[in-house]
């Protein structure tokens, strides 16, 4: 099963919006509403910021949302800030019999 | 609160074992299904497989069939990947899926994180 694919780096400038895509096939996020955004700072373990699409745990800014259509989601992080630098994942649920995969990864640079 | 505590880190020669523990505590332990993730230096996160801590029920990843094993106790779930190599070094973390009694497949909590080198 291949990774889902996300672009290697975002950058933006603090306020600004960016968006993040995650993009796959039709196994998986396009026939799936269990897509999940992880954020990963270096040398800790991610955290869970969006599930199912576009539900947002509690504790989570509401700076973070998700969407999707057809086979790619969508991160936008609205009001960049300097800690939103990081690492960020998207997972989704697959029909394959690798259950569960990962996009590369996206760098998040605040200029 | 819900917490997910991983033994220390490990350094292995080829072709050996590995066990790593994930201690949870702050909620009933066998309502959620625990995965285990491993993450290569610099590399992206990989899903190993899960386990129902309430029958001991097992999925794993093709990938690692064979060569892993997850088991669990009163309160505490153990991966154990063996036949070890080289490109088995990485962070291995426990992940608890977010979902009461199934699979949602996503991780609401995290361990800190197992590092398991191997190498000769």
């Known amino acids: 099963q291949s990774a889902l694919t996300q672009p290697a780096s975002v950058s933006g400038s603090p306020g600004q919006s960016i968006t993040i895509s995650c993009t796959g096939t039709g196994s998986d996020v396009g026939n799936s509403n269990h897509v999940s955004w992880y954020q990963q700072h270096p040398g800790k373990a991610p955290k869970l910021i969006i599930y199912d699409v576009s539900n947002r745990p509690l504790g989570v800014s509401n700076r973070f949302s998700g969407s999707k259509s057809g086979n790619t989601a969508s991160l936008t992080i609205s009001g960049l800030q300097a800690e939103d630098e990081a690492d960020f994942f998207c997972t989704s649920y697959t029909s394959t019999d690798t259950p569960l995969v990962f996009g590369i990864g996206t760098k998040v640079t605040v200029l | 609160q819900v917490q997910l505590v991983q033994s220390g880190a490990e350094v292995k020669k080829p072709g050996a074992s590995v066990k790593v523990s994930c201690k949870a505590s702050?909620?009933?332990?066998?309502?959620?299904?625990m995965h285990w993730v491993r993450q290569a230096p610099g590399q992206g996160l990989e899903w190993m497989g899960w386990i129902n801590p309430r029958s001991g029920g097992t999925k794993y990843d093709p990938k690692f069939q064979g060569r892993v094993t997850m088991t669990r106790d009163t309160s505490t779930v153990y991966m154990e990947l063996s036949s070890l190599r080289s490109d088995d070094t990485a962070v291995y973390y426990c992940m608890r899926d977010g979902a009461k009694y199934s699979t949602g497949w996503y991780g609401d909590f995290w361990g800190q994180g197992t590092l398991v080198t191997v190498s000769s």
């Open positions: 702050g909620y009933t332990f066998t309502g959620f299904y």
